[in-house]
């Protein structure tokens, strides 16, 4: 079982156990006569405490999802990342080191009259 698979396996546990739970509370009709009128005002108030409750318990559900998928993406990235590194850089051919201390290349038809000195600009 790979990480992929266990994340959607908590996902969809999550959300069938959101339904199952859904699917357990009575629909009610309504009140059948003038007495239950005057008690629907706390039941509607335990509902509406309920309801919030259940979308607060679904936030902490989707940032715990997000927390542990964001930390197997990490975890995957570093496998990948550690790979990359074990793997040897390809071979380089080595240049002089100190190439700035040699004088410049002329060609044929340069005169050495011809070149600027260091503190003049050609024009």
Known sequence: MNVRQFVWGV?????FAA???AA???LDAGPADATAVENVAPDDEVDER????LIGLAGVAAIAIIGV???AVIILWAGRLRRLNRKPLPDAS????LWFLKPPKTTPGDSPAQ?????????
């Open 69 to 71: 998928t964001l930390g």
């Open 24 to 26: 357990d509370e009575p």
């Open 11 to 15: 996902v969809y546990l999550v959300l």
């Open 94 to 97: 080595l240049k002089d080191e």
């Open 19 to 21: 339904a199952g739970r």
């Open 50 to 53: 309920r309801q919030k409750a």
């Open 115 to 123: 070149s600027p000195t260091p503190g003049e600009t050609r024009r």
